[in-house]
């Protein structure tokens, strides 16, 4: 979670005794490897219930406990920590369930707080979709709660980008190459929603949270699929090829329910499919490829080759995207291509270039 960046160097204020009593002295910042998380103050919400212990770091760098579980935090009590130059603290890695949720619950309200840099709120982003498309694809949950979990996550997510353009680098910064599905659903999804952006100029949240939950939920069939699926080295048995090639299919059948955009539809059953017609399950090609569909295929084999990082095989972001373009069989439309390679140019004047769409 928030606090866990390695690349994080230097000291940071840390108090020292009752942060409340003004006993502040300068102390190395909490390292990650002494079980604990550490986490931006400005990120807690006055007058609200944390749901797990909070620590400070005394001057030997052992951790005393602040507040314990199950309390609500004061803002006077906030104002105490940064009043004396607490900027992070720390929560025990036994209790990152507990955090998670506190964070997908008052995600809203951290993405709206202005003093809450931008990075900041794109990492919290990604991290509570992470964990909370995790219980989506491994907990038993209604279509109800499916729904509800997602709106959460992607309000925040699209509210944050519609009113940055800063937020595109700041949230392909966050990308993790892990084989599971949950990640290789928000890996998509992120992307998915930072084309149809830039593409089309996509704007509104609500449209942005209908298309991103259709790719955030394209996979919903293979939640009961073996965990190392998307592993490279899988070698799936008959059945499993059956279910695979099924699941846009099945997908749509199983959120038949959900009010989805024709858009964030094509989405969820064109993700598999190529230009050339060597797709699945349908084989589309041509004008029957819908846009949408497209750019779904696109992020989707660009964060499937990309995972093969967390397996060992170390590719680098441009890599993935030749083996991407290889996998798409070189019939990719162009404006799309060169869109999709601009989302990992930082700071790049080109940034805003659209090419001329082929004759």
Known sequence: MVGLKRRRRGRESSARGSADSGLVTTAPEIPADLGFIRLDVRTLRADAVTRFSLFLENEAGEHILYRGPDIVLKAQALEGLLANGVRFIGVPKSERRAYQRYVEENLASMCDDPAIPLETKCELVYEAANSATERIFVDELSPQAIQETTRTILRPMATVLAGNESAVTAYVSQLRAETNLWTHA?????????????????????????????????????????????????????????LYAEHPLRALEILRHVPFSEEARAM????????????????????????????????????????????????????????????????????????????????????????????
């Open 186 to 242: 928000v890996n998509g999804c992120l992307l998915g929603i930072l084309m149809v952006r830039k593409l089309h100029g996509v704007l509104d949240p609500t449209r942005l949270v209908d298309l991103g939950a259709g790719l955030l939920l394209r996979d919903i069939a293979l939640k009961d699929a073996p965990p190392d699926l998307l592993d490279p080295g899988h070698v799936p048995t008959p059945e499993q090829k059956a």
């Open 268 to 359: 969820i059953a064109q993700h598999h499919e190529r230009p050339d017609g060597s797709g699945f399950p349908a084989g589309l090609s041509g004008r029957q490829f819908h846009r949408f569909g497209q750019i779904a295929a696109v992020v989707d084999s660009f964060v499937t080759i990309y995972a093969r990082r967390a397996s060992g095989e170390r590719r680098a972001a441009f890599h993935s995207m030749r083996e991407t373009l290889d996998a798409l069989g070189g019939h990719a439309e162009p404006e799309l291509v060169v869109n999709f390679v601009l989302l990992f140019a930082k700071e790049n004047p080109m940034r805003r270039w659209t090419p001329t769409p082929r004759l």
